[in-house]
């Protein structure tokens, strides 16, 4: 009998088209998982039972009746609960928040409704997306689903371990620093940012308005396109989604290959020689600068998100957790002028990220320099270098926020204890359509994965 | 106002104690190192020099496109 909590979303449709299974089976079935999982990986926080039901057979009724909406005809999408859905109170997993229920979807959420999605629940993230492990939440730390000793990665958290253990079959994060991206690489998940803009961030809470991106976790690149496509502001354009003809790709190691963990960079250096004898031609190639993007992304991010938050840190600030807090205070004492040098810097990057796109397909790089984190983890040694968590964790994912070029994650292979690492792709910029193509083709090339499992 | 970075970490760090926020100083004498690699990074724009030092970039105004058009008639 097969299993449909863990299909991925274009085999579950296709099922669902031809009556093999009902949508109402598929939610009682995705429930019965969160049932099971969620009080032990702390991954919902509101899971919306009764309304998904309700929809379910709603959407059973439609496909009687020859009324088929598409691929997302009553698939259980779940979503961070940063992002709005109409009804129920946006927490942000912060005691500071607005506790009235949100008068309407976000964009994002309304566009998967339309296309015949069933949002199953919303999900645990950290405190307002700002954080990459998930600890810091008023409603605690979602876990890992491989070592619940372990962080999934964050801020999206919830939201990727949903996916990996069935609980939803794709999910709506976003990534300010790489907020989709690292859950996605610590929990053996495709994520996608794509190109700045292209899918709305109305009614999603913001942290740093010129970094923040709305995006899709998911199991295989075919339904992170399937997501991105249903919610992203303009119709796909037939000319930019032509399939990768050169089949070149960049890695650029200066910076971005320096500080990795060993485990990492076996796995890395294992999928390019996967991809060398699959065809793919690597080339050595540099982004000019990169060594700023820390120093750049850092002051642009705290700037922007203690302006954010400047009602809140003034009216509650003891609302917030200790961690978030005290990230949001630091923002301002940022100096105006620093700002100014930072903007300065996200244009000299682009540019550089540009010119190293030139000769090749995409960038490939690692998602995150090191395997899941444990909890409770300020500082990690790399190198037998200290370095503080944070900023290990976004080393290799912030910069494409900073410059608005698309990023995706995809899966590629585990470490020797059976942790997933990540392997990054960064496209033109809006051309996040040639991006998925190439991924989907280094998906197949490098897919030798196991499914994440719950414990 | 204007401040190296080490003049500008002391008062911050002095603030945060009158705000009894001492937790933050470590995370101050972050910023303090990050802003200070930030002014070194060779894009930044000098009024000082007779050169533009500053890294060109696209859509960016150069020394060419400094005044909207109407400034540039006589």
């Known amino acids: 009998m097969i299993n449909w909590c863990e299909q991925p979303i274009y085999r579950l449709a296709q099922a669902i088209e031809k009556k093999v299974v009902s949508v109402r089976e598929v939610i009682d079935s995705t429930l019965c998982r969160i049932a099971a999982h969620d009080r032990s990986l702390n991954v919902y926080t509101a899971v919306l039972a009764d309304r998904a039901r309700y929809e379910a057979d709603k959407a059973d009724q439609l496909i009687a009746t020859g009324h088929y909406r598409g691929p997302l005809h009553g698939v259980p999408i779940s979503i961070k609960d940063l992002i709005d859905v109409a009804g129920v109170p946006t927490t942000s997993a912060s005691r500071a928040s607005n506790p009235t229920a949100a008068e309407r979807d976000a964009t994002a959420v309304a566009r998967l409704r339309t296309a015949g999605a069933i949002i199953i629940g919303k999900c645990n993230l950290h405190e307002f997306a700002f954080g990459t492990t998930g600890e810091d939440s008023c409603f605690g730390p979602t876990l890992h689903p491989l070592d619940k000793t372990r962080s999934p990665g964050g801020s999206s958290s919830g939201s990727a371990v949903s996916v990996a ?9 976003t990534d300010t620093g790489g907020s989709i991206r690292i859950p996605a690489a610590a929990c053996g ?4 940012k794509p190109t700045f803009g292209e899918i709305s961030c109305d009614g999603v809470t913001p942290l740093a308005p010129s970094l923040d991106h709305v995006g899709p976790l998911a199991r295989c690149v075919e339904d992170a396109r399937l997501l991105y496509e249903t919610m992203r502001n303009t119709p796909p354009d037939p000319e930019k989604t032509a399939l990768p003809t050169r089949r070149i790709l960049g890695c650029p190691k200066p910076f ?39 120093a750049v992304c850092l002051h642009l ?66 998602t995150l320099p090191i395997p899941a984190p444990q909890l409770a983890t300020t500082t990690v040694n790399i190198g037998n270098q200290p370095e503080l968590l944070r900023s290990v964790m976004l080393r290799l994912t912030q910069l494409f926020n900073a410059t608005g070029h698309p990023a995706i994650s995809l899966p590629c292979g585990l470490t020797t204890g059976g942790l997933p690492c990540g392997l990054q792709l960064i496209g033109r910029l809006n051309r996040t359509d040639h991006l998925l193509n190439v991924a989907e083709a280094i998906e197949v090339a490098i897919n030798d994965r196991p499914r994440p499992t719950a414990q | 106002m204007t401040r190296s970075p080490d003049e500008w970490l002391t008062a911050a760090q002095a603030d945060a104690d009158r705000r009894g926020l001492t937790q933050l100083k470590p995370l101050l004498r972050v910023l303090a190192s990050a802003t200070e690699t930030l002014r070194k990074a060779p894009w930044n724009y000098d009024a000082q020099s007779s050169q533009i030092t500053g890294h060109s970039i696209k859509g960016s105004r150069s020394q060419d496109d400094k005044l909207p058009p109407a400034n540039k008639e006589p």
């Open chain 1, 189 to 192: 998940l495709v994520g996608l």
């Open chain 1, 301 to 366: 991010v705290l700037s922007e998100a203690a302006a954010t938050h400047m009602r809140g840190l003034t009216t509650r600030a003891d609302h917030y957790t200790d961690g978030v807090r005290l990230r949001l205070e630091l923002g301002r004492y940022v100096m105006g002028e620093d700002y100014a040098r930072a903007h300065h810097g996200r244009l000299v990057l682009g540019e550089a990220i540009d010119a190293a796109l030139d000769s090749c397909d995409a960038l490939v790089l690692p």
């Open chain 1, 165 to 173: 253990t069935g609980m939803a079959f794709g999910s709506v994060g």
């Open chain 1, 256 to 294: 971005f290959l320096e500080q990795l963990d060993r485990e990492i960079r076996t796995s890395f250096e294992h999928s390019l020689t996967r991809l060398q004898s699959t065809g793919w031609i690597i080339r050595d190639t540099a982004v000019d600068h990169a060594l700023y993007s820390p």
